[in-house]
């Protein structure tokens, strides 16, 4: 079976640090591109940041640009989200997405969660003021 498991989320200050992972099993991982997507209540689901099936290629929105480094460790099949100088208008359920580099290439995106084929079940982030 396909499985992403998203975990690392939890509650943290303003300012404060969190590492989310992106576990991948029942599929071949470097044929997916990798995103970030997050929901907070009340609003749309928001593309975060993504990288591509090799790894050669990430991109981020510009609400996390600087702040967000993702990254890919093909050995244990897993795409790290770190999150540093953390906002309370971070707070959300992020989510992960695997999308086919059929679909994809060499690239990825955020602004087209259709074109992700698997997704993860969500880790909560709290950034309390």
């Known amino acids: 079976d396909v499985q992403l498991q998203a975990s690392g989320g939890g509650l943290v200050q303003a300012g404060g640090s969190l590492r989310l992972s992106c576990a991948a099993s029942g599929f071949t991982f470097d044929d997916y591109a990798i995103g970030w997507f997050r929901q907070a209540p009340g609003k749309q689901r928001e593309g975060v940041s993504c990288?591509?099936?090799?790894?050669?290629?990430?991109f981020y929105a510009d609400s996390v640009k600087g702040r967000f480094t993702i990254s890919s460790d093909y050995a244990k099949n897993t795409v790290y989200l770190q999150m540093n100088s953390l906002k309370p208008e971070d707070t959300a359920v992020y989510y992960c997405a695997a999308g086919s580099k059929t679909k994809w290439g060499g690239r990825c995106g955020i602004y087209f969660p259709r074109s992700y084929d698997y997704w993860g079940q969500g880790t909560l982030v709290t950034v309390s003021s």
């Open positions: 990288i591509s099936s090799s790894g050669s290629t990430v």
